[in-house]
């Protein structure tokens, strides 16, 4: 047996140095390539069995902590299958893989409660189960609401979709699972049955699309009946998705993953689309929608708002005599002190050295931003041989007028005053 521990720079250590993954394959050259596969994609480490007294002799040790088995089920000393039922008596979860299809393994090795049935027969196959690995670990932090008015499929479903790793809650009709959204903080998927008692589907469905739109919340509607208008009546009400009962693991683990990854691909767009990509703020666009909001809300309930303009001083100096690397490097390391000392406040860059703050706290404003100036200006950091410091100057306004560009200006040239006199201080109105 062998511990493959790969190092790569593309290791992105996902999973943590205490997961490992039990690889069981007994061709060396497939299992060096999927071992590496596996590390590379998620910085795990990656145990190989080359069969089933090594398995045995594994489990027997208790020394390992496995997140999931990755198994071929044709090994020298166990053809048939046979090391699926020592993974699972041991409690290892189990993706399964072959060589060859055959229907009656097929229906057997599922029926063992394997998380999936892979034919290896091309290196997408092994992409396959990478990717699978990491939905894996990724769906023990995602909420799924079952809402069904029949015991016997709510039990069902929850036991499919807690094989794939999903923490699953359950309601049996409309009204429970409106409560359990509204009780539950970040629901992922719903999957709502058409026809149910108290409140149905459909209803349930615009209910819950007056406050979850579909890029929030992924919605599959299931039936049985034999109306072929349904799947599109649950699309036109809003549902992502649509399975016609009954459905199988395999069908159901595909469309709940494709909803899931879509949902994860849309908020990782949004999070480009509202974060500055150097150093993790927000930006511009995420300060004005969100600033334009707070300014209305503090006019209408007659309270009060402040606005800091920041600058890093003689930052065009710093990146002609470190380099634009040296700059960002700059840059990065003011983010990170301006988001630690900020965390209630609406803070972003907005473009090169500048930075927006918003503060509905404007007793404390002055007073924090007087603090985190002395802060930056006794901090120092290190690129290459050299050891950087620098200072930032800030304006500072309680002027409210008819708009948050126009209070943003005052600001801006309480900036401007503060740096013709003499940088490294605040000015405010």
Avoid at 169 to 189: D, F, P, W
Avoid at 194 to 214: N, T
Wanted: charge should be negative; proline fraction near 2%; charged fraction near 25%.
């Amino acid at each position: 047996m062998t511990i493959v521990r790969v190092h790569s720079r593309k290791a992105v250590g996902v999973f943590g140095s205490d997961l490992e993954i039990l690889l069981i394959e007994d061709q060396r050259s497939l299992a060096q390539m999927a071992a590496k596969m596996l590390h590379q994609r998620w910085g795990c480490h990656v145990l190989i069995a080359e069969n089933l007294a090594q398995v045995r002799t594994i489990i027997a040790e208790n020394k390992h902590r496995f997140f999931v088995a990755v198994s071929d089920l044709n090994l020298p000393d166990a053809p048939h299958g046979e090391v699926i039922d020592v993974l699972v008596s041991a409690k290892i979860q189990v993706i399964a893989m072959t060589g060859m299809y055959d229907e009656e393994m097929h229906a057997r090795i599922m029926s063992r409660g394997v998380i999936d049935y892979v034919l290896k027969d091309s290196v997408n196959s092994y992409e396959y189960i990478v990717e699978l690995v990491g939905r894996l670990f990724k769906n023990r932090q995602i909420k799924v609401l079952v809402v069904d008015d029949s015991e016997s499929l709510r039990s069902l479903l929850v036991n499919m979709l807690q094989t794939q790793g999903l923490q699953v809650m359950t309601a049996c009709n409309g009204v429970e699972g409106l409560a359990v959204l509204e009780r539950e903080q970040g629901i992922s998927l719903v999957l709502l049955d058409h026809e149910m008692p108290v409140m149905d589907g459909f209803i349930l469905l615009s209910q819950l699309r007056r406050k979850w739109p579909r890029d929030r919340l992924a919605v599959i509607g299931m039936s049985g009946t034999s109306d072929p208008r349904m799947s599109a009546q649950f699309l036109k009400l809003g549902a992502n998705d649509y399975m016609h009962k009954p459905f199988g693991y395999e069908e159901l683990v595909c469309r709940v993953t494709q909803n899931l990854e879509m949902q994860e691909s849309i908020e990782a767009v949004r999070y480009v689309a509202y974060h500055d990509y150097l150093t993790g703020l927000y930006n511009r666009r995420a300060f004005f929608e969100q600033g334009v909001k707070l300014f209305a809300e503090t006019q209408t309930a007659g309270k009060p708002l402040l606005a800091a303009v920041m600058d890093i001083d003689f930052f065009k100096k710093i990146n002609d005599t470190y380099g634009h690397d040296g700059g960002d490097v700059v840059l990065k390391h003011f983010s990170a002190l301006l988001g630690d000392h900020f965390k209630s406040q609406l803070v972003a860059r907005v473009g090169g050295e500048e930075f927006f703050l918003l503060f509905t706290d404007v007793d404390q404003a002055a007073t924090l931003c007087e603090s985190f100036r002395q802060r930056v200006a006794q901090s120092t950091l290190k690129f290459k041989e050299f050891v950087i410091s620098f200072t930032i100057s800030i304006g500072l306004t309680r002027i409210l007028p008819a708009s948050l560009d126009e209070m943003l200006k005052i600001a801006d040239e309480n900036l401007y005053i503060a740096k013709e006199s003499g940088r490294n201080c605040i000015v405010s109105s």
